[in-house]
């Protein structure tokens, strides 16, 4: 959260309960958080803003987009080639993933 220039004050509070992410146990966030999260380069790109669940966990992912983020922008999602294809205001907006950055960033 510090990284982001956000402090506990920021947060909405939120009901959500997180089950299956450590086996056996349940998760309860500390809050809620908008955010805008964008897509593309600076001449080309879509904005929106998500609402985000923040976890006290220690993990490998900063962030995870669910189905509502994925519905919202209206991407489809390639998960064999680690492809994002999404609208944008001058045509189709591609997002490639990086295998070797993901592995290094865990």
Same mark, same amino acid.
């Given at each position: 959260m510090t990284k982001l220039g956000l402090e506990a004050k920021?947060?909405?509070?939120?009901r959500?309960?997180?089950r299956g992410i450590v086996p056996g146990l349940s998760c309860s966030?500390?809050?809620?958080?908008?955010?805008?999260v964008l897509f593309g380069?600076?001449?080309h790109f879509r904005r929106e803003p998500i609402w985000f669940e923040v976890v006290d966990l220690s993990s490998?992912?900063?962030a995870l987009l669910?189905?509502?983020a994925v519905t919202k922008f209206m991407a489809v999602p390639h998960y064999a /080639?680690? +492809?994002?294809?999404?609208?944008?205001?001058?045509?189709?907006?591609?997002i490639t993933?990086? /295998?070797? +950055?993901?592995?290094?960033?865990?």
């Open positions: 920021d947060l909405e509070p939120t959500t309960v997180f966030p500390i809050g809620e958080v908008r955010l805008d380069g600076s001449s490998a992912y900063h669910g189905r509502p /080639y680690w +492809k994002l294809k999404l609208p944008g205001p001058k045509g189709l907006i591609t993933g990086d /295998y070797r +950055k993901s592995t290094e960033c865990a």
